[in-house]
């Protein structure tokens, strides 16, 4: 009988390319996420393939609310991706749901583990736990999150150690710390997106600072291939990287997309943001030692097969990807 594991966040953008990928490896699949493929276009979209599935269970819920013992009854892994994301939004009064989800979700979800007999947790860590990075950043450098954001995922993680380290306890913990993801999928407030988008439709990408920030793209079938990988790998309490092998500016990011598409980025030009980290850079080295990790696809080739998908989306789901209008503050490029 296949092995029955829960995806948390599983109508998300990584989360559904992992659905997909556990039921192509022969998993049995419960995903659990707040949106309803029936009445949330992109839940609808990122799920199609899945929500027909005979091994997939979709279960719409908040994780706060449900029985989690009920849910992960006889369960082998979870996989928990459901969070609440975002670097800018986590300033000020959305701070309490990154807690509530961030946090006190991801403990009750342990303790639920532990209590299960689940015998693996990985978790969808961030390269934002870092913050000043020296780089490259390795597992154990220091921690220091710039953001309130970073700071729950952080939080998140040690939790995930102290569950597992616990005497009591059989269930192990892997921490991957994910360097930002893109690809089809990608949330549109996340930067590559909002960058094709902005070529496509002409609305302005919005540059926050002079552009030189550093960031390690990481391709989505590169992060599935590791988070499919620390499902087996032989650790109890470990963070392992993710990153997609290089570390490219906001500005060299923005040519490749205009090479990509064959079309210009307008740019609208915004003040730096509080809690963006000035670079992200991963060393790889216990990715590829315990999960025999390396990423496949380059930063040119992830970005037209991110383009192509946007471009064959229907109207209506086109639309959900817009990128948001820059405020009238902001001066143009
Ligand atoms: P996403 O927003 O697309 O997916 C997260 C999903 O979790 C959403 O579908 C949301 O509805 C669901 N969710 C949130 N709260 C929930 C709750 N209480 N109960 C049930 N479902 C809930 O985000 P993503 O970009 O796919 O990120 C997935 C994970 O990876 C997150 O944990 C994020 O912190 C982490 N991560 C992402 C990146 C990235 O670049 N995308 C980088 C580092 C870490």
């Not at 540059?207 to 599935?224: A, I, K, L, N, P």
């Not at 990423?295 to 948001?324: C, K, M, N, V």
Request: proline share 5%.
């Amino acid at each position: 009988m296949s092995p029955t594991v829960v995806v948390t966040g599983a109508a998300g953008f990584i989360g559904s390319h992992l659905v997909d990928r556990l039921l192509a490896a022969d998993f049995a699949v419960i995903g659990v996420d707040l949106r309803a493929v029936h009445g949330d276009i992109r839940a609808q979209f990122n799920l199609t393939a899945a929500v027909n599935h005979h091994r997939y269970r979709a279960v719409q819920a908040d994780l706060a609310m449900i029985d989690l013992d009920a849910l992960l009854d006889g369960v082998d892994c979870v996989f928990h991706l459901a969070a609440v994301p975002g670097v800018r939004r986590s300033w000020g009064t959305g701070f309490p749901d990154y807690v509530r989800v961030n946090v006190l979700v991801t403990d009750a979800l342990l303790a639920a583990c532990a209590r299960a007999g689940v015998r693996r947790l990985v978790y969808a860590s961030s390269s934002s736990v870092y913050g000043h990075a020296v780089s490259p950043s390795r597992e154990a450098h220091a921690t220091l999150p710039l953001s309130p954001y970073g700071v729950t995922k952080l939080a998140g993680e040690q939790l995930c150690f102290a569950h597992a380290l616990r005497g009591d306890s059989r269930l192990s913990t892997v921490a991957l710390r994910y360097f930002t993801v893109y690809g089809p999928r990608q949330r549109p407030d996340m930067a590559i997106s909002r960058m094709i988008m902005a070529a496509l439709t002409g609305i302005p990408y919005t540059v926050f600072g002079d552009g030189q920030q550093r960031r390690e793209f990481t391709y989505v079938d590169d992060v599935v291939d590791a988070t499919v990988a620390a499902a087996t790998a032989d650790a109890t309490a470990v963070a392992i990287n993710v990153g997609g092998g290089t570390s490219v500016s906001v500005s060299q990011a923005l040519h490749l997309v205009e090479e990509v598409t064959g079309r210009d980025v307008p740019l609208h030009r915004s003040g730096e943001q509080a809690g963006d980290a000035p670079i992200t850079v991963a060393d790889l080295d216990t990715a590829r030692r315990l999960l025999g990790y390396q990423p496949r696809t380059d930063l040119r080739a992830g970005i037209a097969q991110h383009a192509d998908w946007l471009r064959s989306l229907p109207a209506p789901a086109f639309q959900e990807f817009l990128p948001p209008v820059p405020a009238a503050s902001e001066v143009p490029a």
